[in-house]
């Protein structure tokens, strides 16, 4: 019973088949059709290996919105080499509420301010990077992506022991801000707080002493991410004028950032550079030293790495696969109807003329006479016929 019922089944369902077949028996194959098929399969595995690697490719999504934090801190990182010694150059923050950051949290260490060729090539390959970022926006996304496999941005150290005298100073460590406009300056002396504002103590320094060339292997707003280069990293200076005024203008964007692999919030800023010497007689005052000039803006910025959904990802296969066996049956009317018109046009083929030998040409004279004579006997009449 169970097979009966299971055999009435199968023919209702066959019954059921709206799309109807036709027996291979009735089926003719030809040269133009399997061209198409061969066509037609590989273009459907090139396109659905590339829509594999498309499928698992990401893509950085960029949201916007206002920032609602300002009681939280400000983190800024520093690592600045300047060309003259510890004892006379001295840095701190003053932001836009009057408030003096000290240089409590940043350490002054004497350093040779020459690069070992390590070190010059470091710095070379850092630079080359940051020129193809401001040439290629897209490149960011690839260490976005990759940021735990980005080897730190931080100057690697000396190896060898040279003799040479520290006649520099190392700037390094990092301070917390409010999120206000702020000036980090470094200038020659150190700084002293007072009622009255603030001010550096540069009566002993001596004026031929003043060498504010300097490099800044390190810059950044937020939490340290490796990875990460930031614009200004890698950035070297060189002045042969004791009056000399380094001015970087910073706009500091706060970003949280959400990837796969890493989920954090810090800050990306874009800077403007200016330079220029001082020299009251030529009505260009102020004062020689390095000043940063940052602000935060009142926008945030989320990143977030996107993925295509499988489900997306079936369904453009499918298209594929559709769409290039819906387009096959009149590719193949055309592919036919071009062969036989060159075939139609050269003789070749079905259309190339058969031989015929003399012997088969003279049966066919042959019977060609035979047919003409049958057809010229006439039937006797009446009249005709003899009497008896």
Not at 37 to 54: D, K, N, W
Not at 256 to 261: A, G, H, Q, W
């Amino acid at each position: 019973m169970r097979r009966l019922s299971r055999k009435k089944a199968l023919s209702l369902v066959k019954e059921l088949d709206a799309f109807p077949k036709v027996s291979e028996s009735y089926v003719e194959t030809s040269a133009s059709g399997g061209t198409v098929s061969l066509i037609a399969f590989s273009a459907m595995a090139i396109l659905a290996v590339l829509e594999f690697f498309v499928y698992r490719d990401t893509w950085m999504k960029y949201e916007y919105a206002v920032d609602k934090d300002f009681s939280s801190k400000l983190k800024i990182n520093i690592d600045i080499t300047v060309a003259m010694k510890c004892q006379h150059v001295g840095a701190d923050i003053l932001d836009l509420a009057e408030t003096m950051i000290t240089s409590n949290g940043l350490q002054y260490e004497p350093v040779i301010f020459e690069l070992t060729p390590q070190q010059r090539l470091w710095q070379r390959t850092l630079l080359l990077i940051q020129s193809r970022l401001r040439e290629e926006h897209a490149l960011q996304e690839v260490l976005y992506k990759t940021l735990l496999k980005g080897a730190p941005t931080a100057l690697p150290p000396r190896e060898d022991t040279s003799m040479e005298p520290l006649s520099a100073c190392r700037i390094h460590g990092h301070v917390y801000v409010n999120k206000v406009a702020g000036n980090l300056h470094i200038t020659v002396g150190k700084p002293i707080h007072h009622p009255q504002g603030h001010a550096h103590i540069a009566a002993f320094v001596s004026h031929e002493t003043y060498n504010f060339s300097h490099r800044i292997d390190h810059l950044s707003f937020g939490e340290e991410i490796p990875g990460i280069i930031n614009p200004l990293d890698g950035t070297e200076k060189i002045t042969y004028n004791n009056n000399q005024m380094f001015q970087y203008f910073i706009t500091v964007v706060p970003t949280r950032l959400n990837t796969y692999k890493i989920s954090t919030d810090t800050h990306q800023f874009s800077v403007t550079e200016r330079e220029r010497v001082i020299n009251h007689a030529a009505g260009s005052h102020g004062v020689s030293g390095i000043f940063v000039k940052y602000d935060t803006s009142s926008l945030v910025v989320t990143v977030s790495e996107q993925h295509m959904p499988l489900w997306q990802f079936l369904v453009r296969l499918c298209g594929i696969v559709g769409g290039i066996f819906s387009t096959t049956g009149m590719l193949h009317g055309l592919v036919g109807f071009c062969f036989d018109v060159i075939c139609c046009r050269f003789k070749l083929g079905v259309y190339r003329p058969r031989e015929v030998s003399l012997n088969l040409f003279q049966d066919l004279q042959l019977h060609n006479q035979m047919n003409n004579m049958n057809n010229h006997q006439f039937p006797l009449l009446a009249d005709n016929v003899p009497q008896e």
